[in-house]
Each structure stands twice: as C-alpha cells, then as structure tokens.
C-alpha cells in the first residue's frame, strides 16, 4: 500500500516536471489573432497556467512594449485604451528560453486595432427636377476592416412626417441616383458608411430640386440669347443648305437623263445581234452561238 502510494506521488511530481520543461524547451506554437476596437482594454494570454509573472518576457514585434501595458501576475498582457500604434505581434515566452536555438514560444498574438471608418469626403450632390445625382470619393481610411456599403437616407425638410428614403450603394461605385422627387422642394440628404464596428460620421447636405419649367419659361429660355444672334450668320448658313441641295438636285436629274440613253443603246445592240443571227442559221442548221 505504501508502495502505491509513493509510486502515485512519484508520477504526480514527474508529470508536474514534464509540463514545465515541455514548454521551456520547445514551446507551444500557439498562434491566435485578435480585433479589438479602438480604446477598448485587452488581455492576451500567454497561455501557459504554472507561468508567472517573473517568469515570463512579452515583446512586441521585436520592439520595446507600449507604455500603456503592464504584465499581470498570472503572466498575462494588459492593455488599457488601445490605440492604432498597438497593432502588431506579440510574443510571450519564458524568460530563460531565448538560449536555446530554434524555440518556439509560448504564444503568439497578432492584434489589429479595428475602428469605425472615416467619413465619406468630397460628396457633390447634383439637383434635378424629380431627382438628385449624388458623388462622392473613397474612403480614405476603412478602419482596419472591410466596409459593407455606403447608406443615404433623404427626406423633405419642410414635411412634417418624419418619412426618410434610404438608399443603400455599393462603395466602390461612388455614384448614386434617387428618383421620384418632389420639384422645387427642399431636401437633407445624410450619408455614412459602416463595417463591423459601426457607422462613420455622418456627412449632411441640403439641396432643392429644379423648378419645373411651363410654356412661357420654355419659350423664354428657346429664344434666349436670339438678340444676340448675327443675321449673317443666319444668311450663310441658308446659303450653304441651299447650295447642298442644288446640288444633289442637278446630280439627280442628270442621272434620270442619263439612264434611257443608255438602256436605248444597249436595246439596238441587242438588234443587231438578232438581225445577224437569223442568217447563219438558215444557211448554216449546226450553226451555235458561242
């Protein structure tokens, strides 16, 4: 029995023994990503439990650590308020272990800080009668992650129903077109794009559509600028229409004369032919025409 016992203690403590060395000498290759938001508190683990604190070295990208972290007791990485500057790689491991050749290490965190994307720039908004042409430019930064689309939500300022009309774009097509608008009426068009984090700023404009023109405006707007019109233009671009079609006049009354003329003659050919062809087959029955 005391025997069992011993031996028990004994494949305990060798145990116990094999799970510090193991890592010490060869590491545990683990390797894991991580997305905080901006400004948020992280904590990457180093990954071994019977680590601490004096035990272990945490660097980032083969560079001196933010001043903003500190090592927890448990040998842990905390970070308070992560900024844009704390993205990188970072590698914990014992402190004794980099004597030995090829280690690996206890863990390895890449961390990219991901934050909402900055707000569309250079929008133009276009009005027309009963539609508005919106642009826009690319997004000059997207945060660290991909963004879903660009979202446009319209409404008339003067309604008293809160309605808005929104429109979603893909953002690489910087363009975009709302119909069935009110003419001469104002309008607040907001904008914004997104990604997983959450919407950027908004970007307001306020534009009113185009009147829509009746007869007397129509006509006022075809005749602006006659007083400003030179009769000689006017009478030489008569002169030109005139000449143009005096002359395909005369070449087509030419062709009509032309053409009986020269189906006459080839009528008495043919004539002559036949008038040449009856004798030599009367004197001549074998006679072929070749």
């Known amino acids: 029995m005391i025997v ?20 010490f000498v060869f590491g545990t290759n683990n390797y894991v990503k991580m997305y905080p938001k901006l400004g948020e508190n992280v904590t990457l683990k180093c990954g071994n439990d019977y680590t601490k604190k004096a035990d272990v070295s945490w660097k980032m990208n083969h560079k001196e650590l933010p001043g903003r972290v500190s090592i927890l007791t448990n ?9 844009k500057s704390d993205s990188g790689t970072y590698v914990c491991d014992l402190g004794t272990a980099n004597t030995y050749a090829d280690h690996v290490p206890l863990n390895e ?50 309604n008293s129903d809160d309605k808005w009309i929104t429109v979603y774009s893909n953002i690489s097509s910087l363009q975009k077109e709302i119909y069935h608008l009110q003419f001469n009426t104002l309008y607040i068009v907001e904008m914004w794009v997104a990604n997983i984090v959450g919407n950027s ?18 006509e006022k707007h075809l005749m602006e600028g006659i ?50 062809l009856i004798p030599n087959i009367t004197l001549n029955p074998g006679y072929c025409e070749t």
């Open 4 to 23: 069992n016992n011993s031996y028990g203690i004994f494949l305990f403590y060798f145990c116990s023994i094999i799970q510090l060395i193991i890592p």
């Open 75 to 83: 040998g842990d990485l905390f970070i308070t308020n992560v900024e």
């Open 109 to 158: 965190i890449e961390l990219k800080v991901i934050s909402v994307p900055s707000p569309l720039v250079g929008v133009k908004v276009i009005p027309y009668t009963v539609l508005i042409h919106i642009l826009w430019k690319p997004v000059e930064d997207d945060g660290g992650f991909p963004i879903s689309n660009v979202t446009i939500r319209i409404k008339e300022i003067n």
């Open 201 to 218: 700023e908004k970007t307001v404009v306020i534009t009113k559509t185009l009147s829509e023109l009746s007869e007397i405006d129509l």
């Open 227 to 276: 007083d400003k019109f030179h009769t000689k233009a006017w009478i030489f671009a008569v002169v030109v229409i005139m000449t143009t079609f005096s002359i395909f006049g005369i070449a087509f009354c030419y062709l009509l004369l032309k053409d009986p003329r020269t189906n006459k003659r080839l009528d008495d050919v043919e004539d002559v032919e036949r008038i040449e």
